[in-house]
């Protein structure tokens, strides 16, 4: 095959980013302009050899193949896992991340065997002695009874209904009988992954507790017991909610799977790939309505541009959507990108790299329903390249029969000019000169997305308002028949690029609790939680320096960031922070009524070791006279790690 040949077949191959300097000079009369990456710091020397993929030819050095595309991240500790972390995979495991995973993009250029020898060295701490057992790692039950829904008190998604409220009806817990309530059980989740527990959201059917895993696993559990139902294996990691819907559960997968599985049995129904975007993922919150699956789609493009002092990739192409498909046959019903046109070429970053845009606005968060007006509210991330569209943090509402937007409100920072172009790679402790920062944001502001699911609530006066809350740490109320016309706003934190307000939060008739990180990418948070009127967005309450518990606990990870989504159960409204204690409080005066620190060792039902965390991710679930919560999510490291389910429940 000739030179000229080769370089023709590179972008069919997907390596016109990795074509070696060599190469390129030496044929850079045929190569699109931008198509180099940055030269090395020392090139090779004279008469080195090249294979087919632009790598030097000889036995590979996986130390220092790490150390040329993966040290930027995993030596610095900072949203990657470390090479310690890491080791928790096997070989096999990680060879699957660096072939098929997220790591793919990383990995391209690199040959089968050279994949092999990197995984081999990552995963190179820890013996298989050493790591937790693969398998489900449940006691299963011994009787198991038809499952049965109880609609009164069920709690089948994200939330108790579909309109995100968080509020637990029909509860038994309230300011008197909370001082009753004792842990139950706690279940022990294996890690087999670099990260020990991912917050992971519960749904609660009759007596029947969901809730997927970074394991890869999926769980029916006993609310009674704590006993395993049935066990289900996932291709990926599971980062998304498990829900639940006439008899079917769906949930999504790092990989960018959906699965639909029969509720009582965990025998799979459909299985469908929702985006084949290198990097693609189902890492927002599944909903259930009427029939239908709406999956929300993210990518994890944007963590290329991390290894920018040393490795600089082309950014980005990735675009956010939401799939629908039928429930019970799996039949996609229509697809809509949060994009409404693929990228384009925009230009050069410094180093003559090329960049695409507009990119990014993807889905990380939950959606809700508007029966009425026959709409899903879809709550977007920012832009990661530009030019500014308006549906970058924004709200999106999609006709729920044919996917078309009805109506975008964007809601980036005004501060920020009422734009939000931002990718992690524009960080300082990244690369100090920014220089895969967009030109319009070249100090590297922003990260203020959406990612808490947006609330319709009726207020007491009968109108119905849409709630959203941003990592700017702004709350606003939309008007739902007016195209999403703010009706009044507030701030309630000072806003970072971990939140503001982050993963929830819950509001009945008369306020919204809203929990506030205050926390930047160093993860030192300074959080507060408040109780915001929503006939005029003023402040009825705010909880704020709260003295948080971290005595013999790791800092900065501990603190007193209010991640966990908050739940209200009659009187009290529940929530957490990252130093592991669950709160509640008197929702109408913000007085503290209980609280349980979740971050210490469990003798769990299943005998894996089992110790808590911080709280972040999915909220406490209340179903009747027992309270449901998973503490731990050092995901990206996020807070301390933890691996338990816990239930609490009334003592009687």
């Not at 850079?28 to 020392?42: F, M, Q, R, S």
């Not at 020898?117 to 693969?134: C, F, G, I, M, Q």
């Not at 603190?559 to 922070?577: H, K, Q, R």
Request: aromatic share 8%; with cysteine.
């Amino acid at each position: 095959m000739s030179k000229q040949k080769l370089l023709l077949l590179l972008p069919l191959l997907g390596l016109f980013s990795l074509v070696t300097p060599v190469l390129a000079e030496e044929f850079a009369e045929i190569i699109p302009l931008g198509a180099t990456v940055v030269p090395p710091a020392a090139l090779p020397p004279p008469g080195t050899k090249f294979n087919v993929l632009g790598r030097p030819s000889g036995k590979p050095d996986a130390s220092v193949i790490f150390g040329e595309r993966c040290a930027e991240c995993h030596a610095r500790g900072l949203f990657s896992p470390t090479l310690e972390q890491m080791s928790n995979l096997t070989t096999e495991e990680a060879h699957k991340e660096l072939t098929w995973g997220v790591m793919m993009e990383f990995a391209n250029g690199l040959d089968d065997f050279e994949r092999w020898e990197l995984a081999k060295y990552v995963t190179s701490l820890k013996t298989d002695e050493e790591r937790d057992p693969r398998g489900h790692g449940m006691t299963m039950c011994k009787n198991t009874m038809p499952l049965v829904a109880d609609p009164k008190h069920d709690w089948p998604g994200l939330s108790k209904d579909n309109r995100s409220s968080r509020v637990a009806t029909n509860s038994q817990i309230n300011s008197e009988t909370v001082k009753n309530l004792k842990l139950k059980w706690a279940v022990g989740f294996p890690q087999v992954h670099s990260f020990v527990g991912g917050g992971q959201p519960v749904s609660v059917v009759g007596d029947r507790v969901f809730i997927g895993s970074l394991n890869h696993w999926v769980y029916s559990f006993d609310t009674n017991s704590g006993c395993a139902h049935w066990a289900f294996e996932a291709e990926f990691r599971i980062r998304s909610n498990v829900a639940v819907s006439d008899g079917v559960i769906v949930f999504g997968d790092t990989g960018a799977n959906a699965y639909a599985l029969n509720a009582e049995t965990g025998k799979l129904m459909w299985r469908h790939k929702v985006d084949y975007t290198p990097t693609a993922r189902v890492n927002g919150k599944v909903m259930l309505h009427d029939g239908v699956a709406y999956i929300p789609v993210t990518n994890y493009q944007e963590v290329l541009n991390m290894g920018g002092r040393t490795l600089e990739f082309p950014c980005c192409t990735a675009r956010g959507a939401v799939a629908a498909y039928d429930l019970h046959t799996g039949e996609r019903k229509w697809k809509t990108f949060t994009i409404d046109e693929r990228s384009q070429f925009i230009g050069l970053t410094p180093n003559g790299v090329n960049r695409y845009g507009p990119s990014g606005v993807t889905v990380f968060s939950g959606m809700s329903v508007d029966e009425k007006r026959g709409v899903i509210y879809v709550p977007t991330a920012n832009q990661q390249t530009e030019p500014v569209i308006e549906e970058s943090d924004a709200i999106i509402a999609l006709d729920m029969e044919t996917g078309a937007k009805v109506w975008v409100k964007g809601l980036a920072p005004e501060h920020m000019g009422g734009q939000d172009v931002y990718h992690l790679g524009c960080e300082a402790w990244v690369d100090a000169e920014r220089k895969t920062c967009s030109p319009l944001n070249p100090k590297g502001q922003g990260d203020r997305d959406i990612v808490a699911p947006a609330i319709l609530v009726e207020r007491q006066d009968g109108k119905e308002v849409l709630l959203v809350g941003t990592k700017d740490g702004t709350l606003y109320a939309l008007d739902p028949d007016a195209k999403g016309k703010i009706i009044w706003q507030t701030r309630v934190g000072r806003g970072g690029e971990v939140g503001g307000i982050e993963w929830g939060f819950a509001s009945d008739q008369n306020n919204a609790y809203v929990p506030v990180l205050d926390m930047d990418a160093d993860m030192q948070g300074s959080g507060s939680l408040t109780a915001v009127d929503l006939m005029t967005g003023k402040f009825v309450w705010r909880v704020e320096n709260v003295e948080a518990e971290c005595e013999g606990k790791p800092v900065p990870l501990c603190g007193n960031a209010f991640g966990l989504p908050t739940t209200v159960s009659n009187d009290i409204v529940f929530s957490g922070t990252s130093d592991g204690v669950l709160r509640a409080y008197n929702k109408n005066t913000g007085e503290p009524v209980w609280s349980y620190n979740t971050a210490h060792d469990f003798n769990t039902v299943n005998d894996v070791k089992g110790y808590g965390g911080g709280l972040s991710y999915g909220g406490p679930v209340i179903v009747d006279n027992k309270l449901f919560v998973f503490s731990g999510n050092d995901y990206a490291q996020f807070t301390m790690p933890g691996n338990v389910l816990l239930t609490f429940e009334l003592d009687k």
